[in-house]
Antibody
Framework: DVQLVESGGALVQPGGSLRLSCSASGFSVSTSYMSWVRQAPGKGLEWVSFIYGGGTRYYADFVKGRFTISRDRSENTLFLQMSNLRAEDTAVYYC????????????WGQGTLVTVSS | QSALTQPPSASGSPGQSVTISCTGSSTDVGGFKFVSWYQQHPGKAPKLLIYEVTKRPSGVPDRFSGSKSANTASLTVSGLQAEDEADYYCGSYGGNDNFIFGTGTRVSVL
């Protein structure tokens, strides 16, 4: 069975940084399409970033230049490095594994809460 | 790119059907077959219901079905059950290696 477990969410001040982790089992982070999706409190889902099996990375415009997606093959873990955080980045952040050919998101973690506030 | 447009709410009685629309443009929903649908219960992670417009992952009941016409995709839930009460989101590949979710629809079972 595929399992994704996020960690690293916390309360951080505006302008601060945070790194989220997503540990995978039953699934290879390094050869699969992976995604970060966020959900602000009481709001809808919002795509944040992709990393493809070959390593190419893509970002939503609202995080470009501030967030970096990466992965560690040996730990089978996906990361999201977030910097220059803003209040509007407050959300539950989910990692998700994708079907490689159609961008559907069948595998999700339980989410980790990031709160940006002074 | 803007979120895909869904109605905020939909409802039906047990056993009835409800259909949720998801409207985008020719550069996302209308331009690709990569539309997917997700169900989310409060406090839980989303669950994939439909991918590639009409396909169901293993384990998803055939009460859930998808379709698309031009720039609008639709999800139909037939034979509504109490456990279908949840939020539903569409999603589409948006071209240029991005992904767009819909605004979400809360389905109530009366």
């Amino acid at each position: 069975d595929v399992q994704l477990v996020e960690s690293g969410g916390a309360l951080v001040q505006p302008g601060g940084s945070l790194r989220l982790s997503c540990s995978a089992s039953g699934f290879s982070v390094s050869t699969s399409y992976m995604s970060w999706v966020r959900q602000a409190p009481g709001k809808g889902l919002e795509w944040v970033s992709f990393i493809y099996g070959g390593g190419t990375r893509y970002y939503a415009d609202f995080v470009k230049g501030r967030f970096t997606i990466s992965r560690d093959r040996s730990e089978n873990t996906l990361f999201l490095q977030m910097s220059n955080l803003r209040a509007e980045d407050t959300a539950v952040y989910y990692c998700a594994g994708l079907y490689n050919t159609n961008w559907a998101h069948p595998w999700w973690g339980q989410g980790t809460l990031v709160t940006v506030s002074s | 790119q803007s979120a895909l447009t869904q109605p905020p709410s939909a409802s039906g009685s047990p056993g009835q059907s409800v259909t949720i629309s998801c409207t985008g443009s020719s550069t996302d929903v209308g331009g690709f077959k990569f539309v997917s649908w997700y169900q989310q219960h409060p406090g839980k992670a989303p669950k994939l219901l439909i991918y590639e417009v009409t396909k169901r992952p293993s384990g998803v009941p055939d009460r859930f079905s998808g379709s698309k016409s031009a720039n609008t995709a639709s999800l139909t839930v037939s034979g509504l059950q109490a456990e279908d009460e949840a939020d539903y989101y569409c999603g589409s590949y948006g071209g240029n290696d991005n992904f767009i979710f819909g605004t979400g629809t809360r389905v109530s079972v009366l």
